[in-house]
Structures are given as C-alpha cells and as structure tokens.
C-alpha cells in the first residue's frame, strides 16, 4: 500500500546536497547553503543542527554527532520546521513575534498562584413581569374600579324554550267532590315519549296529592310493561270493557307501586278492538262511556294513545278534556305536529267541542345539538304559548325505569327528569286549575 508523504519528508539527498529549497527563502538573496555558516555562528563550536527526518519508507540519514551548544540567536528562514521531530537536540529558539506572545502567556501562567475554586452558584432568573417596567402605560392602562351605584337589574330568567320561566304560584287545592279531568296523550309518530309522560307525569301528579288513572290505549301494552305488569298474563284488559258490558272497570283496573296511581292494562288483543268497533253505534265514545263510571273516584286520568290517528285515537279524543302533544326535538317529530292538529280539529268540530289542546311537550331534548336547539324554537315560533315552558331533557335515566317497572321519581328520585317532571306537574296544574 502507496504511504501517504508529509509536508516535512522531504528526501535526504535534496537538502542536504542541493541545499534548502528557494534561494531567496532567507529573505537576503543568498544561496541556501550559506544558512548553515550562519546556524553554527562566528566563534561558535557547536555544530550545524540535524534536521534528519525518519521517513515513512525506512530511508535514514546520516546521523550527526551530538554536542552541547549554547542557543544563540539566529536569523530562521521564514518557513516554520516547529513540526520536525529532533531526538539529538532542541530547535534554537526562533525570533518571531508570535512565538514572544505565546512564550510570555505561558509564563504568565507559570507564575500564577493556584486559587482554591469555589463551587457553581447560578444566576437566581427573574420571572418576567407581565407588563414590561418601560412599557408605555397607554398599553396597559391601570383596571379602574367600577363607579359606585345602584347594582343593574338583571331580567327575568330564561327557560330552554328562550322564554322567561312563568310563576306558577301555588298547587291548588284538591276539589271536592272530585271530578275528574281527562287528558290524552297523543302523537301518531311513534317513539316521541308518550308513554314516558304519561307514567312520569301521573306519578309526580301524585306527589302533589292527586289521584291519577292511567290507561293504556296502545295495543303494545308498553304502559302497563313501564309500571310492572306483565300484559300477557292479563285475564282482563280493557278490551274486554270496551266490547263487553259484562265485565265491571273495577275487575281490570290494577295498583301500582306508587301510591294513589292506578291503571287500566292494555296487551295485544286491542289491537282487535279496532275493527270490531266499526259496527258499533256511537263508536266514537265507547271509551268516554267507560271512564265516565270511575271519573269520580280519580283527579286527573291520563290516556297513551296509539301512535296512529284510527279508531282507538279518536276514541281517545273524544274522551278527553285536554291533549298534550309530546314532541321528540327533531325533524320528522315536527312535521307530525300539522297533521295532529288538524286530526284535532276535526274532533272538535264533529265530536267533542270541549277538547282543548293543554300543550305542547318537548321530549328529548339535548341543547348540545344545534337540530334539537331549532326545532324547538321553531315549535315557538310556531304555537307560542301552547307550548310548555318545561322541556324533557334526553336522559339513560328513562330507559333504566322501564326495566325496574316504576317511574323515575321514585327510580331516581333527585335526577334532572325527576325534577322536570315534577315541574311539569305544576305547570299542567297551573293550566287547567284541576282541583
């Protein structure tokens, strides 16, 4: 392998022979061999020093014999031979003002008298101010305090409906004899919260002293399933009321867990009742005729409707005093309302001209999708004050009582659906003044 040659392994012969390379190095103009006369000095006796180089491919030079010379001062050429290595002797010292600097630095540090150091303490760092000490103070003007007075009234507190809550006073008192007053829950879509209402808002009815009657008019049986009845064990239903006169309310109506509610059971074979109440004269108050035996005996009677505007509706209607409209917070809900209203209408006009609509009930609500915020503010916009004040917020709270068989304010007494229920209690009260 070809060894890589330095700056300083020039060949013996070329130095030696022929004499350092440029004859005008020296700065003088005179040949390069007369440097040596000069190296050794007038009246010296020390020998020319050896520059021998041990090169990288073995070849040696002739080695000189070492003697003691006192070091003189010399006139160097200008190329600096600091990095030749001289095993015999040291290189005399070279008069050049940066080798003076470095001399005098080391020693400098030669004679400096070692200090003991102390350990590393840092800086304590300020925490920046928040307003800068040489800031203008246009840019942070001082807070001012607020002028003494009288403090602003607030206005009235707004409801999810963006109106102010009314005051509903206080529960007015049971009336004497009791005459019961018949509300329908009703909305021909389905999954809206009717049966939901209709369970909660008769038990909270109950917390205020009433005696409430819930009967299941949906052929499903899913009142009667939310309180704890099993409707396919049912020898009786209220089927058998409508299309036998041979079977008394008192053998079908069944108590509940919650005291002073009561209900009339429903399971499939309504959904018979139907078509067999075609044929039947007056067929449209067959159910006022059965609620009219035990009207006496109750305060408030709330009916769940079918999800559909047929017979077992119009029934429903026609029975009744007062409709509330649960409404799911969504599109196809609302589209519903219309068709409902003029199903109303109709009632009123052909078969029961007392039927008042008690309100209209926003059903799970959720104020954190702006869908739910706009349909009811379009259902408002729309009705104005048919609409309760009192919205039914979206809860897992409702799905749970349906399995434990009992309503949510005994289920979770202290929840925000137990407490909106409640509200709402008062203020179908507050509205119909039922006594």
């Given at each position: ?22 004859e005008d190095q020296r700065g003088d103009g005179r040949p390069a061999d007369d ?401």
């Open positions: 392998m070809e060894s890589t040659q330095h700056a300083y392994d020039w060949p013996q012969q070329d130095w030696q022979q022929d004499g350092w390379p440029g440097w040596r006369a000069d190296a050794v000095g007038a009246g010296s006796t020390a020998a020319a020093p050896d520059f021998t180089v041990p090169g990288e491919l073995g070849e040696q030079a002739d080695e000189a014999e070492p003697s003691d010379h006192d070091h003189h001062d010399h006139d160097h050429p200008e190329r600096d031979h600091s990095d030749l290595d001289h095993p015999d002797h040291d290189h005399p010292e070279r008069d050049h003002p940066e080798h003076d600097r470095e001399n005098a630095a080391q020693e400098a540090v030669d004679q400096r008298v070692p200090v003991e150091s102390e350990p590393f303490v840092p800086e304590a760092r300020e925490v920046p101010a928040p307003r800068p000490d040489d800031a203008p103070e246009e840019l942070f003007p001082a807070p001012t305090p607020a002028a003494a007075g009288p403090v602003a009234e607030q206005g009235p507190e707004l409801g999810p409906t963006g109106r102010p809550w009314p005051d509903l006073g206080e529960v007015p008192p049971v009336a004497v004899p009791r005459r019961a007053m018949i509300v329908a829950m009703c909305n021909q879509k389905g999954g809206v919260g009717k049966t939901t209402t209709t369970i909660n808002l008769g038990a909270a009815l109950t917390e205020l002293g009433r005696r409430v009657l819930l009967v299941d008019f949906d052929p499903q049986g899913s009142l009667s399933v939310g309180l704890g009845v099993n409707p396919h064990t049912l020898d009786k239903s209220i089927y058998n009321l409508l299309l036998s006169r041979d079977v008394g309310i008192d053998e079908v109506i069944a108590e509940t867990n919650v005291e002073g509610l009561e209900i009339l059971p429903s399971n499939i074979d309504l959904s018979a009742a139907e078509v067999q109440l075609v044929s039947e004269v007056a067929r449209e108050q067959t159910l006022l005729r059965v609620l009219e035996k035990v009207r006496d005996r109750y305060d408030v009677i709330l009916i769940d409707c079918a999800p559909s505007l047929g017979l077992l509706t119009i029934n429903a209607l026609t029975a009744a005093d007062k409709v509330i409209m649960p409404l799911e917070c969504e599109f196809f809900a609302l589209r519903g309302i219309a068709l409902l209203t003029d199903t109303i209408s109709k009632v009123q006009e052909r078969l029961n001209p007392d039927l008042q609509v008690l309100g209209i009930l926003g059903t799970m609500f959720d104020s954190r999708t702006l869908h739910s915020r706009e349909v009811l503010e379009r259902v408002v916009q729309a009705f104005g004050d048919d609409v309760f004040h009192t919205v039914i917020r979206r809860t897992v709270k409702f799905p749970e009582t349906t399995v434990a068989g009992e309503p949510i304010t005994t289920y979770a007494s202290t929840s925000p659906g137990a407490t909106a229920y409640r509200t709402l209690a008062r203020e179908v009260l507050s509205r119909c003044r039922v006594g």
